[in-house]
């Protein structure tokens, strides 16, 4: 898939379909993680896969929208710092699981604590986000359309709301 039409037809993908993700697949999507660019290539993250079902339980009850991590066939925590380069390893595997019509979602914490808890993380480690993933419940063709068309569909600010010349 051309990478602006992933980028403009990506949407949250909530509802998934019992469909498994194929090993290959899921290794490709945190590999795609492992390869994002980080500040003096510290890479500092890790994953954690949520494939116990007594850790995926206390890990959706501490997200804002617990039916994500429910229904997912893939969750994957990163842990580390929040930011741009923890941003950057998270769009990389969102994109890379849409090129493969996998959808995803990424999750808020509402409880912090519980979800560093669910995870056996140890002190001073922090969570910096949770992924959801799965192929999605309703169908969705993202070659149906131009990126253009997908952009200009998007519940987006327009570009000249935001850009300026200073």
């Known amino acids: ?78 842990v580390g710092r929040s930011g741009l380069d923890t941003g950057r390893c998270a769009q990389n595997m969102l994109l890379t699981a849409w090129d493969a019509g996998v959808g995803s979602c990424p999750n808020g914490q509402r409880d912090p604590e519980a979800a560093r808890a669910a995870l056996g993380l140890a002190d001073g480690e922090e969570l910096a986000i949770v992924l959801t993933f799965g192929y999605p419940a309703h169908e969705r063709h993202p070659e149906r359309r131009t990126a253009e068309e997908w952009s200009a569909g998007a519940d987006r600010k327009l570009l000249d709301e935001l850009v300026s010349s200073v």
């Open 1 to 78: 898939m051309d990478t602006f039409l992933a980028i403009a037809s990506r949407r949250e993908t909530r509802d998934y379909s019992a469909r498994p993700i194929p090993d290959e697949i899921v290794r490709r999507i945190l590999d795609a993680g492992r390869l994002a660019g980080s500040a003096k290539n510290r890479q500092p993250w890790r994953f954690l896969l949520g494939e116990d079902d007594s850790a995926r339980a206390r890990l959706a009850e501490a997200v804002f929208e617990p039916t994500n991590v429910q229904g997912a066939r893939l969750v994957v925590a990163i």
